[in-house]
């Protein structure tokens, strides 16, 4: 259990300090673009435009990232700060200081969170500009300081340090053995934390000295993997055989290095095949001369051609360390096929990778197996969402107008993922909770939605139901499962809790502020706020149409009172992760007596007339009427 902590701990450190950098990938590609091509080695020698060179990589790339960083703790705000905070380390070094702004930007962004934490509620009506703009400056001003005096001197000599140490293991021919740690690395999705807290930098640095730097080459070399698909190709099994030649293209093309890792998970003896041929190519780029003069970004050949200097030796010895990191993990990976039992599972195997990644894995739904057709005679479809309040609620309520008009005798029930009746013939979720929902119940029909206000998997699978359905009783459980719990629906939607023309900073904020209003209303305890934030990080609760419908954790139903709702408009509209919502639902649902409001809520919401009508309303009225006409 501590080492399982442990590698979640520095995985999430690791995917930090990715989304600190990767976000301004492109600023990093045109420094590079702008090196390779002016520089007095370069293709076309331009001592004006050369110019550009330092302060791009000395200033532009580390306040990127120190905005970024500061923005990913504290929205604009932090980003502002951090910004301001990594200037400090900036000024006080002679090197790029990536790594200073990794740490001054999210230290910035902390500080600032803080301190608005502190006067929240306490600064009077007409004064917030001021204490806002004052407080970002000094606090921003005091960390620079600190930061130049403190921050940038230990920054200078810890990548020193590394500096020497990786000259030292070149001098020494120990470059290769960094293999033995940056492949089985990626595979447990560890690498962001070494390729981007560690080697960037350092890379970015001899760069600037000595015009290409070998270290951008360790992690984004695509020959381990290139290997490793090829044996698959030539000595796999079903699936895994049919989908490898397809995810090899995907891998060295795109440069999306993830989706070899299921293949590499299936026979985990195959990270010894990624080993070698990773210290093979490294051995080969330290021999030949390799090199990169800028960050390749994905890791595809065609990025590591495009920042390989200009010169037929750099060429010949890139292409030759990925040629020969490809040979020697195809070899060693298809004598490992081809000896011992091999028990194939793409699927459980991608799965099992996106697990260990802990997010959403952009690739793992190219392994989902194909599920045959919908099932004959069916009586029963369930929607689940985590809690089985909201999401899944209002999508059941849209299916089940639908099942209605199509005169179909189907039951459509909501629930939590973790009471999905075994007896459910096909099961609905969010495309980031189906997994959950096909271990619990694994013979069922899984579909995946991204929108539940407007799937076109409804209409799709009405059509296939039509075809091929027979009268039942579950017309009785259909109406049970609403008509049971509307006895206690009057007055759940209340004037006093509809709030117009408000506006947010952050999906945070205004979750917030809908968990407040129900804590006021005496719906739930305060603790049911934080387990709304839990929920929404899990899955996000937009729900498409502009909508969404904060709620809590299954776990957090022990904390709700009493059913209840609140209703935000806000017209200029808040980011839900790059989704922008006008209209948010607050919900707490107890024994199931919110359940008939919040039909009526989503079948008003399927239809963007009205949600126009509501955005656009001038009193809390208005906009209860719209719903309630529904």
Request: glycine letters at 10%; a neutral charge.
């Amino acid at each position: 259990m501590a080492q399982s902590n442990i590698k979640v701990a520095v995985q999430k450190f690791g995917n930090f300090l990715s989304s600190m950098v990767m976000p301004n990938i492109g600023a990093f590609i045109a420094w590079g673009l702008i090196t390779a091509l002016f520089i007095p080695t370069g293709f076309f020698p331009n001592e004006n435009l050369a110019k550009l060179v330092d302060p791009m990589v000395k200033y532009l790339l580390p306040l990127l990232i120190g905005y970024t960083g500061g923005k990913l703790v504290h929205d604009q705000r932090g980003g502002v700060v951090g910004a301001i905070a990594t200037m400090g380390v900036i000024v006080g070094s002679d090197i790029p200081m990536f790594l200073g702004a990794m740490i001054m930007g999210p230290l910035g962004g902390y500080i600032i969170k803080k301190f608005d934490q502190f006067i929240e509620g306490k600064v009077k009506t007409g004064f917030e500009m001021l204490i806002n703009n004052f407080s970002a400056g000094i606090l921003g001003g005091i960390l620079a300081i600190l930061a130049f005096l403190g921050v940038s001197p230990a920054v200078d000599g810890f990548t020193g340090a590394l500096v020497v140490g990786v000259d030292w293991m070149v001098a020494h021919g120990l470059l290769p053995l960094t293999s033995i740690l940056i492949e089985p690395a990626k595979i447990l999705f560890l690498n962001n934390a070494i390729n981007h807290g560690i080697l960037s930098p350092i890379g970015a640095e001899q760069i600037r000295t000595n015009g290409q730097s070998i270290l951008l080459l360790l992690e984004t070399n695509p020959g381990p993997g290139l290997g490793i698909l090829l044996a698959y190709c030539f000595f796999g099994k079903g699936t895994a055989k049919q989908s490898a030649p397809g995810a090899a293209i995907i891998h060295f093309i795109g440069g999306i290095h993830e989706i070899y890792f299921p293949y590499v998970l299936m026979r985990p003896l195959l990270i010894i095949a990624a080993i070698l041929g990773g210290m093979s190519g490294v051995f080969t780029f330290v021999l030949l001369g390799g090199g990169l003069q800028a960050v390749a970004s994905p890791g595809s050949i065609l990025a590591i051609l495009a920042a390989t200097p200009g010169n037929a030796g750099s060429y010949v010895a890139n292409i030759s360390g990925v040629l020969v990191a490809a040979i020697v993990s195809f070899i060693v990976g298809s004598l490992i096929l081809k000896t011992g039992k091999q028990t194939e599972d793409l699927d459980e195997a991608a799965r099992k990778m996106q697990e260990m990644k802990g997010k959403k894995s952009s690739v793992a739904g190219s392994f989902t197996k194909q599920q045959g057709e919908v099932p004959a005679s069916v009586q029963k479809i369930v929607f689940a969402c985590d809690a089985g309040m909201g999401s899944s609620a209002m999508g059941a309520s849209l299916l089940r107008k639908k099942v209605k008009q199509a005169n179909l005798n189907i039951s459509v029930t909501n629930t939590a993922i973790s009471n999905i009746p075994s007896e459910a013939q096909i099961v609905i979720t969010q495309k980031e909770l189906t997994p959950r929902a096909q271990n619990k119940v694994p013979d069922a029909y899984h579909i995946s939605v991204d929108n539940f206000l407007s799937s076109p998997e409804y209409d799709k699978l009405i059509d296939q139901l039509k075809n091929d359905h027979t009268t039942s009783k579950a017309e009785e459980e259909k109406k049970v499962s609403v008509e049971n719990n509307t006895d206690s629906n009057d007055g759940l939607l209340k004037e006093e809790n509809v709030f117009l023309n408000q506006q947010f900073s952050s999906k945070e904020e205004a979750i917030r502020f809908a968990g407040s209003v129900l804590v006021k209303g005496g719906y739930v305890e305060e603790n049911y706020v934080e387990a709304m934030i839990e929920r929404d990080n899990m899955t996000s609760t937009y729900m498409g149409n502009d909508v969404a419908i904060p709620h809590g954790t299954e776990e957090a139903k022990k904390n709700v009172l009493r059913s209840g709702f609140t209703v935000i408009q806000v017209p200029e509209g808040v980011d839900f992760d790059g989704e922008k919502v006008r209209l948010i639902f607050g919900i707490a649902g107890k024994d199931g007596t919110h359940l008939e409001i919040l039909s009526g809520i989503a079948i008003t919401c399927s239809d963007m007339d009205n949600i126009e009508k509501m955005v656009h309303a001038k009193s809390a009225k208005e906009l209860m009427t719209i719903i309630q006409r529904n």
